[in-house]
């Protein structure tokens, strides 16, 4: 089983020709509504990729959370875990525009209302093979969540998102770290991808660096190193293309693939990802997957 400690957001996507500059004003050509946020996005990449899933975060008592809840329930995802609080749901406002890239303002909602994972979450987490960490909770959350997985024996793997300075107590507990190329650079401070993965292996022990359109970095500290090509696609919309990535990650490392298999997995469910609209709606079922490798 893998659980995901992680956030729940309804997500409210205009699409637009080009995204507004500050001050200015465009007219969008469609707009939706899609239960997502990174936590729940990496819960359905990975249900969907063929794993047990359990949830654990917080929604809003309204219309959102009950609608994110059914969502992830459909998923297969079990969210026994997936508390409700007063108040409203967490929001992510996502402008998309038609080559596919998009900005995202998140307002954190019912996720800044985790302040560590709760003694059922512990339980949850003990019994998994890996947590998947992102950072749309509380800081100090993520910490407990990390430390009480790495007490249990338990992988954890990080998604250091949105970016912001990781204190020792997290890195520490830490197994595989993927940040995309910015989050990699603003993170560490280094001037590319390659050496940005150097200065993370002094920290954890694998990592995965993601370069969109042109593959994905791996780095462990035992001196494996790879570099895996994107399947060349048409991008739709690329938003929770990274949280596909690492769901199907996940699956395939639960599976016990190396990280070539592994990495290729990943890449070609993001790559099968970017072909459709919206986070959580676009996120490929394991029999897509596996038609899409045998290509």
Same mark, same amino acid.
């Given at each position: 089983?893998?659980?995901?400690? @992680? ?10 020709? $080009? ?8 007219? @969008? ?13 990496? /819960? ?22 009950? #609608? ?6 459909? +998923? ?6 997936? *508390? ?41 987490? /003990? /019994?998994? $093979?890996?947590?998947?960490?992102? %950072?749309?909770?509380?800081? #100090? ?5 990390? *430390? ?19 204190? +020792? ?16 650079? /603003? ?9 940005? %993965? ?16 042109? @593959? ?7 001196? #494996? ?8 696609? *048409?991008a739709v919309d690329t938003t929770a293309a ?6 199907? %990650? ?10 070539? #298999?592994?990495? *290729? ?31």
């Open positions: 089983m893998i659980s995901v400690f @992680g956030s729940a957001n309804m997500d409210l996507v205009a699409y637009v020709a $080009q995204a507004p500059k500050r001050g200015e004003t465009v007219t @969008g050509h469609g707009f939706r509504t899609v239960p997502g946020g990174k936590g729940a996005n990496q /819960a359905v990449a990975a249900a969907r990729a063929g794993a047990p899933v359990a949830f654990l975060g917080a929604v809003g008592d309204d219309g959102f959370g009950a #609608e994110m809840r059914a969502t992830l329930s459909a +998923a297969g995802v079990d969210v026994r875990g997936l *508390r409700e609080v007063p108040g409203p749901s967490g929001i992510a406002h996502i402008v998309v525009d038609d080559e596919g890239g998009n900005s995202i303002i998140v307002v954190p909602g019912a996720n800044g209302a985790v302040t560590g994972p709760s003694e059922d979450d512990v339980r949850t987490i /003990a /019994a998994s $093979q890996a947590l998947l960490l992102q %950072l749309e909770l509380p800081l #100090e959350a993520v910490v407990a969540a990390a *430390r009480a997985a790495r007490a249990s024996g338990v992988q954890v793997v990080l998604t250091p998102a949105p970016a912001q300075p990781l204190p +020792a107590e997290l890195l520490d507990a830490v197994t595989l770290i993927v940040p995309n190329e910015h989050e990699a650079v /603003a993170i560490t401070a280094a001037p590319d991808p390659d050496s940005a %993965l150097d200065v993370l292996l002094e920290r954890v022990e694998e990592v995965v660096i993601t370069l969109g359109s042109e @593959g994905a970095l791996y780095g462990s500290r035992s001196g #494996e190193r790879l570099r895996v090509p994107a399947l060349p696609v *048409r990274g949280d596909t990535f690492v769901g199907a %990650l996940a699956v395939a490392r639960a599976e016990g693939l190396p990280p070539a #298999e592994a990495l *290729r997995f990943a890449s070609v469910a993001a790559a099968l990802s970017v072909q459709r609209e919206g986070a959580s709606t676009s996120m490929p079922t394991r029999a897509e997957i596996d038609a899409a490798l045998l290509i």
